[in-house]
Structures are given as C-alpha cells and as structure tokens.
C-alpha cells in the first residue's frame, strides 16, 4: 500500500502542473465579444428584480459618496498640514517659490499669459490701480526703464512713426505749435499754457464723471439745473432793464442815507433768483455751486444778447443816418480826401469814408457798451455793403423811371 501522504502528493501534483490562467483577462475578453449578450442579461435581470436592482444601486452610490467623502477628508487633511507647513517655514517655501520659477520659466510664462488673456481688464485694472497709489514711484520706474531701454524706445518710435499717416499728423502738429508760438512772440504774448495731464489724473477725472452720472439722483438734478439757468435766463432778458433801473435807485438811496456801497448788479441777480426759484415747482437739488453756474450762464447770455442788439442798432443807426445827411457827409468826405491828399496821403474810397463819418456822428448817441473796436469795423463794413445795395436798387429803379418816361 501507499502511504497516504504520497496518495495525497499524487493528488496534488496535477493541480500545481496546470498552466495558471489570467481569470479577469478571460473577463475582459468574454465582455468584449459578448457586449450585446450581457447587455440584454442585464436588462432583463433588472426587469425581474427592480427592487433588487435599485437596493444595490443605492448601496453603490453610498458606497461611492463615502469613498468621495474619505477622499475629500484626505485632500482637506493634506492642505491643512501643507498650510502650516508653509506658515511654519517661510524662508523654506520662499525659497523653493524661487527655485521653481527659476527652473519652470517657459511654464511660468504660459501661465501668466494664458491667465492675461482670459482676465485682461482685472489685471489692467489692478496695475492702473498700484500705479495710482504711488505716482511718484511710477514716475521713478518710468525713468529708469527709459534709461536702460534706450535702443528700445527708438525702436518702438520707428516703428509708430512708420505709418505714414501717424508720421504726417505729428509733423502738422509740430509746425502748428511752431506757428502758434511765433504768433504769440511778435504779438508780444506769453506762450500758450499747457497743463500735462497725466494717465493717473485722467483716470481719477474719469472716476469722478462716473461716480458724478451713476448718481440715481443726477437726471432729476441736470433737470432743475436746466429749467432754472433757461428761466433765470428768460427772465433777465425780459426784465433785465427794469430791475437795473430799480436795483441803480437802490443803491443811490444807500448812498444818501449814509450805508456801505453795494453792486447793483448782485441785487439785480440776487432779486432774479429768488423770483425763478419761488415759481419753480421744484429746487431741493439744487446747491450753491449750481445757482453761481446758472448766474455765471446767464450772465454770459445776457451779455451776447445786448452786444447782438447794440451792434443791430448802430448798423441801423448809421444807415439811417446816412440816407438822411448824405449831401453833407460827401462833402465831408471829400474835404477829408483833398486833406489827405495835401498831407501826401492815399485816397480813401468816398463810401467808406462816408460810412465812417456816419459812423462817429451816431456813435456818441447810440449804446455802445458791449461793443468792441472790431465790432466797429465790423459795423463799417456792413452798413458799407447796406448802403451800396441800396443805392445800385435806387440806381436801377431811376434808370427804370428814365427809360419809361423816354418811351
């Protein structure tokens, strides 16, 4: 007989001999030639056991969230111990920041680009920011840079004034300054004052126009602004006159009775406004700073309007006048012609000359306070171009009377 344990070696021997088979590549190639076929097991087993099917789908999705969860807890844990890490050894973090910068330059470099492209106005908007802050500094920068970019800033000038239309604007300018700067020089003028504002101010400027037009309460305070400044300035065009008449008498009765000199023409403005702000329907927006701006506008309108009326009367004026002492005006002007001739003088056209005469007999009796010299010349010439269409208009009328009386 055998011995039991050679029986069971014997019985053993044929499972060590056999070749060990790969169960979950047998697996996986059984599910890829049979995909259709489990598919369909599938389906069907679920419709058999759909409480079945579901109570294991619930415990996979625990199963899943718990394992999402340990996970998280994990990550969470990992940057906690990474966080004091770093607040515990600064230099040491520093340091390995600056080593792999040093040694990822090109990735650095994709990163920062990639996150310009994808938040461009945040990041513009921060450096318009730091470099506000402290302009000086910027300023300081600014040079520096320049100085050690020399060869580049006369590139980057090439290049910009490589457009011929950029270049050709910039050469108009320059002479134009030029021009305007000999002008001032033999007028004897200062030259022309130029404030440079800088990129800083401009932006706070631009905040401020924001903050001013955002305000909810602007479109009805524009609104008051502008009916008042229209009526103030109706109302002075209307009645301006007569309130200076009464605002003269006023201070000629303070002086009488002994009191300070005030300006009759704050009382007529101070009088103006109150009478538009009672009638308005609405003022509670209004300031002082924008009652001074509706009296400085009105002012300015008030002014335009008497300069417009007394120039439209003293053309009217001399070529009225003219017309009724014309014998005597030629003949004035023709003295004055034979006196410039003795003196070695030119000729002056009689018309003008008579215009000018014309011009000084009625300017000692016209208003003519708003009035300047040009607008004396100004004057002449027109009553000239007045009185000569009026004369060639007599002319062919009488040529008309002659040639009717003829036939």
Known sequence: ??????????????????????????????????????????????????????????????????????EAE?????????????????????????????????????YYNRYYEAHRDEVNARAAARRDADPERTKQITRQWAERNKERRAELQRNRRSDPEIYQSELEANAAARRLKRSLSRAGL???LLHATTAAERRANEREADAYFDDPSRPEHLRQFTVFAESLTEHMLKNGARMRE????????????GLPPVSAEDIVYARAV???????????????????????????????EE?????????????????QDSGRLDAEAEVENRARAHRGMPRVPTQSLVVQLALQDVIERMPTSRLTKADARTVVRI?????ATLLESRDVIDQSVHRRALS
């Not at 300069?307 to 017309?323: E, P, W, Y």
């Open 383 to 387: 009553a000239a171009l007045h009185i």
């Open 190 to 192: 200062p030259p022309k």
């Open 307 to 323: 300069r417009q009326r007394q120039f439209d009367q003293l053309v009217k004026a001399v070529v009225v006048h003219f017309h």
């Open 246 to 257: 009464f605002a003269e008498a006023y201070v000629s009765s303070r002086v009488r009775m």
């Open 1 to 70: 007989m055998n011995d039991p344990s050679e029986e069971g070696a014997a019985a053993q021997k044929p499972l060590v001999e056999q070749p060990h088979v790969d169960e979950a590549e047998k697996r996986r190639q059984y599910v890829a030639a049979n995909r259709d076929r489990i598919r369909e097991m599938n389906r069907l087993w679920r419709s058999e056991h759909l409480d079945r099917a579901r109570e294991l789908n619930r415990d996979s999705m625990r199963r899943a969230a718990a394992r999402r969860h340990r």
């Open 74 to 110: 994990v990550r969470a844990r990992g940057r906690e111990r990474a966080k004091r890490w770093r607040v515990e050894h600064p230099e040491r973090r520093r340091e390995y920041q600056q080593r792999w910068v040093a040694e990822n330059r090109e990735k650095v470099r994709e």
């Open 274 to 304: 109150e009478i538009v702000a009672e009638r308005m329907r609405r003022v509670d927006l209004l300031t002082g700073r924008d009652v001074a701006a509706a009296v400085r506008s009105t002012k300015a309108a008030v002014r335009r």
